[in-house]
């Protein structure tokens, strides 16, 4: 299709120059065997949901053990990535649709091992925490069987070379999520979370897949590689429904991703365990539709293909990480401010790679995954010493629990950026992407993300300064007496933390460039603006204002908010709680204005529950039942009242036709039986007299004749 | 010895068992008239074999079998006949008329 290449601009041209000369080897033997970094998990997953109750540890021992050897796996392939680099990609052919061969491969390249590497070493950290955070859980074993089910089927979606394996993952996570998050399903509530997370989920998948039918069938193929060599060397038709296709399969990572207007489902979904929360909805599976995104970033990046789509990816980014972290300020729930975060985070990286800066959303993706899964198991710590996951039932923390305390800071840190935690690295990364965006395509949506970014760094710590500071500072509220978690729930912490701290230094502009070299190593090479050194005048802006945010949240959230006053009941001190003869309050701080519509969560949730559900679940599910109980039924009804009437008639044919031959029968033998029977007394002696008489006689006549 | 005088003890042993059979009311005794019925039989069975000098002694095997036979109806008969007595306290021949029914 000559016009189209004609069309193509300038980055497809460098494409279209660079395409074969990236510097890579095929991993070897290593990516060869990369197959099993799914396989395992999956096939241990059904053991554990066979035997696990029979193994030692009731399958915790083997789900570890499964995380273990991926993690292992996942950072042999980082190093060989790093030393040699590795693109390798392998399909087996299972069967063929028309002309579309329907196949199951493995990708090997930096995106896929970063994700090995991230579901593996964050994985098995979670899996060790999870032993003491489950303890005498009555599902034990059910639950290391699904959450072993998400570890494989994550892992079978980022190995994916085609949208048909990619679709099998992604709904593999999509049923361990919704199995995950109803773990207590004793609760009603937690049901409703979970269906609520899977009904979001399904509403965004059905986009995805138009999208992968679109792109597939414009390309001809399902495969991804496949799909973007037809797209540079011009034989596809994707230009023409290429926005479609994008901003389709777009909605559909906005649905895992939790982006704004689908981020209803993750808050909600903080009603499973905690282990579940940190791997599945902060570090790992939230980041599938990033992931997503960054697979197909070599048609996103160009605009001949996916036209303005990069724009409306930065700006639901942009309005996702502004609205969601205003709304983490207000929630009581420790986990859901994490999980309102885990969503503001998610829309920088979306934002990130919608601004085109590929290394630097992913950068973020890495390092979210680990100070991010630190924060939720550190919240879980402390969920299980006070038994609420309520701030109003915490405080004072810091003295009884030293070990969560100071990890719990550490990833604080880290979050909200401050030198030289991991945070601060990506974040400034993508604020300085987002600048120099903006300052080369000056429309109005890239100056809006350079804003919103900023101001959401100040959002962020402003809900992190208020969360440790009614977590660990003041006065302690809760019931239960606080302790320090286990050994095996703290050495994940510690272990996370030095992760929070060290992971940053991977990717410093103009020192260490060992990330971008991990994760640019693709088959097709990645466009994006290359810093030599950190933007001084950014740091010289976020810092100060993250800083500055801190300290407010510290006066307004911190322990001299206090409101102490005597208690007016009159009562003697209670000697089992001595603080509590003075009443405390605190978290006294409202937004003005905002706070009504932050306080409804924007009311999104309610315009969906009363605009979708409710009108579905009345009205529409009313004459859905008339008509299945009226129409569809009475098919059913008619066929077995017809089959009764002829039962009925078929029985008196039985009872009296059928029946009457063998009664007769029987009755005449009975009548022949009786009347025979007078004529033997049934004496032995008689008969053996007959039978002798008898045979006298044959004698007699034998003798005679 | 003549065949003759076998024969006749034979005959006088099957009527002797024969007026047993048909006229004791014991149930024992009947079964032990049988046995001495089946005791001519043999006797005759190897008095014809000797006096007709089979070369291959199928009168004398044959006896040999009946033997064997009326042990096994001596034991069957017996054990009925004690079911009967344990049930019915009797095993008076006249009072087994049930079959018929």
Do not use: C
Request: net charge negative.
């Amino acid at each position: 299709m000559p016009a189209v290449v004609a069309e193509l601009s300038r980055v497809a041209v460098f494409l279209q120059e660079n395409v074969e000369q990236i510097d890579a080897g095929d991993g070897g033997w290593l990516a060869a065997y990369a197959w099993l970094i799914p396989v395992v998990p999956m096939i241990v997953a059904f053991l554990i949901l066979f035997f696990g109750k029979y193994s030692p540890w009731k399958g915790w021992g083997m789900a570890t053990a499964a995380l273990g050897f991926v993690a292992v796996y996942g950072t042999a392939l980082a190093v060989a990535n790093l030393r040699d680099g590795i693109i390798a990609e392998f399909s087996v052919n299972i069967g063929d649709v028309g002309t579309f061969a329907i196949e199951w491969g493995w990708v090997v390249d930096g995106l896929s091992i970063l994700m090995f590497f991230l579901v593996g070493v964050v994985g098995f950290l979670v899996f060790v925490y999870a032993n003491g955070y489950m303890k005498g859980d009555a599902r034990y074993t059910w639950f290391f069987a699904s959450f072993t089910l998400f570890a494989g089927g994550m892992l079978v979606l980022v190995s994916a070379p085609n949208f048909i394996q990619l679709i099998v993952g992604w709904e593999l996570v999509g049923v361990s999520s919704y199995l995950l998050i109803g773990h207590y399903w004793e609760d009603m509530d937690n049901i409703d979370a979970a269906n609520k997370a899977f009904m979001t989920n399904k509403v965004a998948d059905a986009a995805l897949f138009i999208g992968a039918v679109i792109m597939s069938l414009s390309a001809g193929t399902f495969q991804f590689s496949e799909i973007f060599t037809r797209m540079i060397d011009g034989q596809t038709v994707l230009a023409q429904f290429g926005f479609w296709a994008g901003l389709a399969i777009f909605i559909g990572a906005m649905g895992k991703s939790a982006q704004f207007p689908f981020h209803v489902w993750l808050p909600d979904a903080m009603a499973g365990p905690t282990p579940v929360s940190a791997l599945m909805h902060a570090a790992t599976m939230v980041t599938a539709g990033v992931y997503l995104i960054a697979r197909l970033f070599p048609f996103y990046q160009l605009p001949e293909f996916s036209g303005s789509m990069r724009t409306i990816i930065v700006v639901v980014g942009a309005v996702t990480l502004l609205f969601m972290g205003l709304l983490a300020i207000v929630q009581d729930d420790i986990k859901r401010v994490l999980a309102y975060s885990t969503v503001s985070q998610l829309g920088y990286m979306v934002a990130a790679l919608g601004v085109g800066a590929y290394t630097a959303g992913l950068f973020h993706l890495f390092t979210h995954a680990f100070f991010k899964a630190l924060l939720f198991l550190a919240a879980g710590s402390i969920i299980h010493a006070v038994h609420s996951n309520n701030m109003s039932d915490m405080g004072g923390l810091r003295k009884y629990m030293p070990v969560t305390f100071w990890t719990f800071l550490i990833g604080t840190a880290a979050l909200v950026g401050i030198f030289p935690f991991a945070g601060f690295w990506s974040k400034d990364e993508i604020i300085a992407s987002a600048y120099f965006n903006a300052s080369n395509n000056p429309e109005f949506a890239a100056w809006f993300m350079v804003v919103l970014s900023i101001v959401g760094a100040f959002i962020t710590a402003f809900y992190m300064a208020r969360v440790v500071s009614l977590t660990f500072f003041g006065t302690y509220l809760g019931d239960a007496k606080p302790h320090e978690s286990p050994a095996i729930m703290t050495v994940p912490l510690v272990a996370l933390a030095a992760a929070a701290t060290t992971a940053g230094l991977l990717n410093i502009p103009g020192l260490t460039e060992v990330f971008t070299e991990w994760v640019t190593t693709r088959a097709f090479p990645i466009v994006e603006h290359h810093f030599t050194e950190p933007e001084y005048f950014l740091i010289a802006i976020v810092t100060p204002v993250v800083l500055l945010s801190l300290f407010i949240g510290w006066r307004l959230f911190g322990p001299s908010s206090e409101l102490h006053y005597t208690s007016t009941s009159g009562e003697a001190a209670d000697v089992s709680a001595p603080e509590r003869s003075v009443a405390v309050e605190r978290d006294t701080f409202r937004i003005p204005v905002l706070y009504p519509l932050l306080e409804n969560k924007y009311y999104i949730d309610d315009l969906y529950m009363n605009g979708i559900v409710r009108p579905t679940m009345g009205p529409i599910a009313d004459a859905t039942l008339w008509v299945d109980m009226n129409v569809v039924d009475a098919v059913p009804n008619l066929t077995a009242g017809v089959a009764k009437h002829a039962a009925a008639a078929v029985g008196v044919i039985d009872d009296n036709a059928v029946d009457g031959v063998y009664n007769v029968a029987g009755a005449t033998t009975g009548a022949i039986g009786g009347f025979l029977r007078q004529f033997f007394p049934g004496r032995v002696q008689q008969y053996v007299a007959l039978s002798f008489a008898g045979v006298v006689i044959f004698a007699a006549l034998f003798v005679i004749f | 010895m003549t065949i003759i005088q076998w024969i006749l003890l034979g005959s006088a042993m099957f009527s002797v068992g024969l007026y047993g059979v048909l006229t004791r009311r014991n149930a024992v005794l009947v079964l032990a008239s049988v046995e001495i019925m089946l005791s001519a039989v043999n006797i005759n069975l190897v008095a014809f074999d000797t006096y007709l000098a089979d070369p291959a002694f199928t009168g004398q095997i044959f006896a040999l079998f009946v033997i064997a036979l009326a042990a096994a109806e001596v034991g069957i008969g017996i054990a009925i006949v004690l079911m009967i007595f344990r049930n019915r306290h009797s095993a008076d021949v006249d009072e087994l008329d049930l079959m018929r029914y």
